[in-house]
């Protein structure tokens, strides 16, 4: 071993050695690759449709999808937000944008219009591409005025009015498949939409490299071989379905079964016909695999790798999972967008740790006042560095300053400690950031809306913590003198205008005031010290 995990300087490692990332390769080039080595093999299918592509299918469809964007004018740097749910073409347009430079831009599919314009408008994507049942959200978000756009292509997966069904791309010859010259470190290969540590969300620029870069270190610990099938039930509008489960998968050689949504029945049933072996999850379906009585009468047993992660996993929920389901062995990761996404995985089997970095990353806990490097059992503010971390926030540089130092750590916001054998623990979050079910909730965003109403005159959102779902927003509220606002208005006033996840299922309490410092910025500490 080239490293001991911690080191005198306070500094954790893989154990294993460094391996060696190319700097050269794309993320096309990486699937074709694969495409050209397990070619017959199944790589995805939905599982509610049977629609299917081999390795050898997927490398044509993504040429001819590649060709068709290249004639419709598409050119390097161009950007193409998708607002589907999961299915097989949302892989082929993935790796087709990777090829012809489109930046691929995913948005999350139960966003309401308004948050769809906004993204659309910061983004200035030039098409769309969306799953069926979604036209009407995304022609309110194009047509939004107070967001203007410059979509010009509308695509749909499926059929749609006035969208230009997928399959015209899919039926195109392939001969203008563009030959662009790309450089996988620099060249943006795909743009999330996260928080970060503060405010609305933000495009998060994470070049082919740092995602071919991720693909690398985590199959160097997790490899999957052909006889794998692994389950697409996560978002791939998210960083954890985009790059693990489509990518992971792909480099084995592994088949990919995709549900557009969670449903118990089905997703059981998926698991027990196509004898899933990996799967990645969030704690609340870990919890249901572990706890709901239904999953009793399916056959599960194929299940032998878990890796959880986008939110903690507590020990006593690993227990009673690995007590139900021996045969597999239960991961927790840790990440996030703007790390392509991993940063650890917990290799040795220690309940409640996201584990060590994985290779090729630096990960230190920094004072969170002083910024000063700490000894290992003491809470601070992890910091981490390597291949996976993004370019930047898309025209941001404040925020992506705020965030990555000169020397490239990255600031996580996310509070923790190691122990004395180089393992990390996380236990709070320094950021505003909520998490629930593992889905991003920015508390500027719902206060922006709340303080948007005439009888709301200061507010602060917090999450409050749930068994089920990790974190629920709730809303503390400051209301006008002499109006007579209720908390049941005050949340319905919400519902309607946000996507599910965002509602304030925490509550609603009206306060005197919102704790804040000198300079505006507001005391969630205090907030949940005080009322939590
Ligand atoms: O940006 P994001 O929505 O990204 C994610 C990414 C999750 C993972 C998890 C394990 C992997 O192996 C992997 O590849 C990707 O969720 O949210 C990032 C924030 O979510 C919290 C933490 O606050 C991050 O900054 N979070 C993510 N994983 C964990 C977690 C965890 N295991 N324990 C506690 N908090």
């Not at 047509?143 to 399959?167: C, I, M, R, T």
């Not at 270190?217 to 791939?236: I, K």
């Not at 009468?297 to 299940?303: G, R």
């Amino acid at each position: 071993y080239r490293h001991s995990p911690v080191t005198s300087d306070n500094i954790l490692r893989n154990p294993l050695p460094d391996i060696f990332i190319p700097s050269d390769l794309s993320i096309h080039q990486m699937v074709f690759d694969n495409c050209d080595k397990y070619k017959d093999n199944l790589a995805v299918e939905e599982y509610l449709t049977g629609r299917k592509y081999t390795y050898a299918q997927l490398k044509e469809a993504v040429v001819r999808v590649a060709s068709a964007l290249y004639r419709r004018g598409y050119r390097k740097g161009d950007v193409l937000l998708v607002f589907a749910v999961n299915n097989v073409d949302f892989t082929v347009l993935t790796v087709a944008c990777a090829a012809a430079g489109v930046w691929f831009c995913p948005a999350n599919p139960s966003y309401t219009a308004e948050e769809l314009a906004r993204q659309l408008h910061d983004c200035q994507a030039k098409g769309v591409c969306i799953s069926e049942p979604l036209a009407d959200v995304a022609k309110d978000a194009i047509a939004n005025k107070q967001y203007p756009n410059k979509v010009k292509d509308l695509f749909v997966f499926g059929e749609a009015s006035g969208f230009e069904p997928f399959k015209n791309l899919l039926d195109d010859d392939g001969k203008a498949f563009p030959d662009v010259a790309l450089d996988p470190v620099n060249d943006v290969f795909v743009l999330p939409y996260s928080s970060g540590t503060t405010g609305f969300p933000k495009g998060v620029m994470l070049s082919h490299h740092n995602v071919v870069a991720n693909v690398y270190q985590l199959t160097n610990l997790m490899n999957m071989d052909p006889d794998d099938t692994s389950l697409g039930l996560l978002p791939l509008y998210h960083i954890f379905g985009l790059v693990v489960i489509q990518f992971m998968t792909l480099m084995g050689g592994a088949s990919i079964h995709y549900l557009p949504k969670f449903e118990p029945d089905t997703l059981l049933q998926c698991m027990q016909e196509k004898k899933i072996s990996v799967s990645l999850l969030v704690p609340p379906l870990v919890l249901f695999l572990a706890k709901h009585p239904l999953v009793s009468k399916f056959d599960i047993s194929s299940l032998k790798e878990v890796l959880c992660g986008a939110a903690p996993l507590g020990e006593e929920l690993t227990t009673a999972f690995t007590d139900r389901h021996p045969n597999a062995t239960l991961r927790q990761g840790y990440g996030m967008t703007e790390t392509g996404p991993a940063l650890s995985v917990d290799m040795k089997k220690i309940k409640g740790s996201v584990g060590q970095p994985i290779p090729n990353t630096l990960c230190k806990v920094a004072d969170t006042e002083t910024g000063q490097i700490l000894p290992s059992s003491q809470l601070g503010e992890v910091w981490a560095k390597g291949p996976q971390v993004m370019l930047g926030y898309y025209k941001n540089q404040t925020a992506t300053d705020n965030m990555i130092t000169q020397d490239r750590w990255l600031r996580t916001g996310d509070v923790g400690y190691y122990d004395e054998n180089g393992v990390l623990y996380i236990k709070d979050r320094l950021k505003e950031l909520i998490k629930y079910k593992g889905a991003q909730v920015a508390p500027a965003e719902l206060e922006a809306l709340l303080l948007s109403h005439p009888d709301i005159q200061d507010t602060a959102v917090v999450g409050v913590p749930d068994d089920a779902a990790g974190e629920l927003p709730k809303a503390f509220v400051v209301v006008r003198a002499g109006s007579d606002l209720t908390t049941e208005q005050v949340a319905k006033f919400i519902e309607g205008k946000v996507s599910p996840t965002k509602k304030l299922r925490g509550g609603v309490q009206f306060v005197d005031e919102i704790p804040k410092n000198p300079s505006g910025k507001i005391l969630r500490r205090v907030i949940r010290d005080k009322y939590l």
